[in-house]
Nanobody, 122 residues
């Protein structure tokens, strides 16, 4: 089991920056084997993928955040980060961390954090 704890959410003005962190504990010795992602959910909307980083450190971004957000990982610290620059009001949401790993062709491990609130407002 992995436990994921997000931090770094805050109220920020449009154009500002934040860095979110997600730290894993529990079976963290296998942290490097997990693909990791950041999702967000705004009020009344479905949860959507923001950024993804694989165990091989390949990254994927939602079109809406490309060029503004950067996902990274530090396996020595069992932590992933989301650097968010040039924030916009539409980035306002609860941001969730996800850890995903295929054990076999039919068995996956899928863990979520509790979320951290990001509010972009003047």
């Amino acid at each position: 089991q992995l436990q994921l704890v997000e931090s770094g959410g805050d109220l920020v003005q449009p154009g500002g920056s934040l860095r979110l962190s997600c730290t894993a504990s529990g079976s963290s010795s296998s942290f490097s084997l997990y693909d990791m992602g950041w999702y967000r959910q705004a009020p009344g909307k479905q949860r959507q993928l923001v950024a993804w980083i694989t165990s091989a450190v390949s990254t994927t971004y939602a079109n809406s955040v490309k060029g503004r957000f950067t996902i990274s990982r530090d396996n020595a610290k069992n932590t992933i980060y989301l650097q968010m620059n040039n924030l916009k009001p539409e980035d306002t949401a609860v941001y969730y961390c996800n850890a995903y790993r295929h054990l076999t062709s039919t068995t996956v491990l899928d863990y979520w954090g509790q979320g951290t609130q990001v509010t972009v407002s003047a």
